[in-house]
């Protein structure tokens, strides 16, 4: 079974902080895709990596795609209360389904 | 552009009544449609996926059944619903291996 063990589950920083989400698993995926989930709405894809090594920029969030695919990071610098939320990575694993971590619910204090 | 529509947005029901929640798609044709569950604020646990009409392929034995009467309707059904049925239930279409998901249905079952 492959699975995605995000860390951490919770985190609660002040606004201006940095601070780093990961997503490991012991299994390969082709393309690992991370998404925000606002309470009571359905996740938002904010970016797909597909390379092994591969490193996106969105504004203040960098994504990183491990060498070897299987793990990934979210890195957010000067972090803001708008960045709140449940973030979800998800590797896809053939077939276009995707298996989804647990989330990390971040919390951005004022 | 494409749009995911998902109704109820909030659903109660009681313990052995059926349920009946739809899912439409605009703006692509044949897409790969997709059912999940997801308890409070966790990960997604993908429950039905279909790749075209009358296409269904069950991930995890249940209390519930999909269809695909038309080429952008997927409907989530049970014949009488569980306690434990209750959850966040969300649809998502995917282009190439990136999913995009519907506002979701609130069910509580009582």
């Known amino acids: 079974t492959q699975l995605l063990e995000q860390s951490p589950q919770f985190l609660s920083i002040q606004e201006g902080e940095n601070l780093t989400v990961y997503c490991n698993s012991s299994s390969v995926f082709s393309s690992l895709q991370w998404y925000r989930q606002e309470p009571g709405e359905g996740p938002v894809l904010l970016v797909t990596?597909?390379?092994?090594?591969e490193v996106k920029k969105l504004k203040r969030l960098t994504f990183q795609f491990g060498d070897a695919r299987k793990d990934s990071s979210l890195h957010i610098t000067a972090a803001q209360p708008g960045d709140t939320g449940l973030y979800l990575c998800?590797?896809?694993?053939?077939?276009?389904?995707?298996?989804f971590g647990q989330g990390t619910r971040l919390t951005i204090n004022p | 552009s494409q749009t995911i529509h998902q109704w109820p947005a909030t659903l109660v029901q009681p313990v052995g009544s059926p349920l009946s929640l739809e899912c439409t798609v605009e703006g692509t044709s044949n897409p790969n449609l997709y059912w999940y569950r997801q308890a409070a604020g966790r990960g997604l646990q993908l429950l039905f996926y279909?790749?075209?009409?009358?296409?269904i392929s069950s991930e995890v034995p249940q209390n519930l059944s999909a269809s695909r009467p038309q080429d952008r309707q997927f409907i989530l059904s049970s014949k009488k619903l569980l306690l434990s049925d209750s959850g966040f239930y969300l649809c998502?279409?995917?282009?190439?291996?990136?999913?995009?998901f519907g506002p979701g249905t609130r069910l509580t079952v009582t």
């Open positions: 998502a279409w995917s282009e190439n291996y990136e999913q995009y």
């Open positions: 990596v597909v390379t092994g090594g």
């Open positions: 279909s790749v075209g009409i009358g296409q």
């Open positions: 998800a590797g896809e694993r053939g077939a276009q389904k995707l298996v």
